[in-house]
């Protein structure tokens, strides 16, 4: 089998966690696979956790098979699974691909039709990797839309400012208090702001009417006419 391996690129980095779920079914989130490998380091201990099922076929479940022996088995792609001492190896040799929260590696292995989004930790004691598997033609097609930004507006649809998928937006309350919530890009009309699903007039109405005002939490903006663009690393 012949599999691209590429390090995640930083808006990829998200989608090695659970999504909520309006964003797992744009993405064609499949199901992801996390394991351990146990006290000395050569164990292979894993759960599947489905989430949908009809995108789980029999082809899919043979190819899941050859990805993951191949990250094992195959010396052509560094034994990245075969133990842990294998995992640290290749995390350390690879520290372009080290996440954000500076104790995870990620990696994206593509197929032909889907992707594996593969979060690696070769610290003992914990799980050691986590692989989400997404159909790739879906998941392309929502990262380059949520390039875009996350909308936010005035009530009568002037644009405020636009931040990147994943970041926080500040709110100022009425009485001085403040708040930060996590935003993930839905479409160019809705986004998920906290834990709620808004319509961004929605949001905008509801901030004016609690005379709340809204503004980036770490200032990243997403310039206006922010052009899509393709991944940008290359493979191994």
């Avoid at 995640?8 to 351990?36: K, R």
């Avoid at 195959?74 to 996440?99: D, T, V, W």
């Avoid at 931040?163 to 998920?192: F, M, Q, T």
Wanted: charged share 30%; hydrophobic share 30%.
């Amino acid at each position: 089998m012949d599999l691209e391996i590429w390090d995640i690129l930083p808006n990829e980095q998200l989608y090695t966690y659970s999504q909520p779920s309006h964003i797992e079914t744009q993405c064609g989130f499949i199901g992801y696979l996390c394991g351990d490998m146990d006290t000395d380091g050569n164990g292979f201990f894993t759960t599947w956790n489905d989430h949908d099922r009809e995108l789980k076929t029999q082809e899919f479940k043979d190819e899941f098979d050859e990805v993951i022996n191949a990250l094992r088995f195959n010396p052509e792609y560094e034994g990245i699974l075969k133990n842990r001492s294998a995992l640290m190896k290749y995390c350390f040799n690879h520290m372009s691909c080290q996440m954000a929260d500076g104790r995870s590696f990620g990696i994206r292995v593509d197929t032909k039709q889907n992707s594996y989004l593969c979060r690696l930790n070769p610290n003992k004691g914990e799980y050691n990797f986590y692989i989400y598997a997404y159909r790739k033609d879906w998941l392309d097609q929502h990262l380059r839309e949520a390039q875009k930004g996350v909308r936010f507006i005035d009530p009568h649809y002037r644009e405020l400012f636009r931040l990147p998928d994943g970041s926080k937006v500040r709110i100022r309350h009425k009485d001085g208090s403040s708040s930060e919530r996590i935003c993930r890009y839905i479409d160019d009309y809705h986004a998920i702001i906290g834990n709620n699903l808004y319509h961004i007039c929605e949001f905008a109405e509801q901030m004016e009417y609690l005379g709340n005002t809204v503004e980036p939490a770490d200032k990243r903006l997403v310039p206006p006419g922010k052009e899509d663009h393709e991944h940008e690393s290359s493979a191994r």
